[in-house]
């Protein structure tokens, strides 16, 4: 699913001096698998997200995504690429305020202004995650833990074959992240490929994989010790 080779990526910070957030990092992730980034903040996990989503084209190095290669593509194929292949979800939820929650869910869809059988397509998403009888509610209305199911819910609105989760639970309390996380295994199961950056243990222990972001290049944990809380 994800194939990344030789990524370079720096920039200069406030005084000029150059920063190499990725140091020559490669990665591989399969089809089917759910794999955790983990690593302190400002080690460079968000970046990474963003050069394996397409939001980034600014490195060197080469990155292939469900067999698109991302280096070299302009901006509508990028954005092609995500509406077919990526589903994004956020720490901060990104959902816009005074749309309901279905009207959210369609954004991939002409910014909810869609057909009624895409309309049915996010009522049956919002059902999968649990939100279906509050679909007319305004984020607002919705707790925390809410409003990422229904980020969630928009992320496989086009059926992506991956999610890219930045800090997913990281402003939700113990109760409703295990909730999220138990809801991204079960997507899992089913299929779908899940690469989730986070400094949480809670999220590393339900991955399959963990790999640790260290001066810039990924290195693989051993799982017997994380292995407390994997299904």
Do not use: W
């Not at 920039?11 to 957030?21: A, H, I, P, S």
């Not at 402003?171 to 989730?196: H, K, P, S, Y």
């Not at 243990?201 to 017997?224: F, Q, Y």
């Amino acid at each position: 699913m994800i194939r990344a080779r030789d990524i370079v990526k720096q920039y200069r910070d406030g005084d000029g001096t150059e920063v190499r957030v990725l140091d020559g990092l490669s990665l591989d992730v399969a089809d089917g698998d759910f794999v955790a980034v983990v690593g302190p903040s400002g080690s460079g996990k968000s970046t990474l997200l963003h050069l394996l989503g397409g939001l980034d084209v600014h490195y060197q190095g080469d990155v292939e995504v469900a067999g698109v290669k991302l280096s070299g593509l302009k901006d509508k194929e990028l954005a092609r690429f995500r509406n077919q292949h990526v589903g994004f979800v956020f720490q901060s939820f990104h959902l816009i305020p005074n749309l309901s929650a279905v009207e959210n869910v369609l954004m991939p869809s002409h910014f909810g202004a869609a057909s009624p059988e895409a309309r049915r397509r996010a009522e049956s998403l919002l059902d999968r995650v649990g939100l279906l009888a509050k679909k007319d509610r305004a984020p607002v209305r919705l707790s925390g833990g809410e409003r990422q199911r229904v980020a969630i819910a928009r992320a496989l609105f086009t059926g992506p074959r991956l999610l890219l989760c930045d800090e997913p639970t990281g402003n939700l309390d113990a109760a409703t992240g295990a909730g999220v996380i138990t809801l991204f295994q079960e997507l899992n199961r089913e299929g779908i490929t899940l690469l989730a950056v986070t400094h949480e243990d809670r999220m590393s222990t339900a991955a399959r994989r963990v790999l640790r972001l260290k001066e810039g290049r990924l290195v693989e944990e051993s799982r017997p010790a994380l292995a407390g809380g994997a299904s």
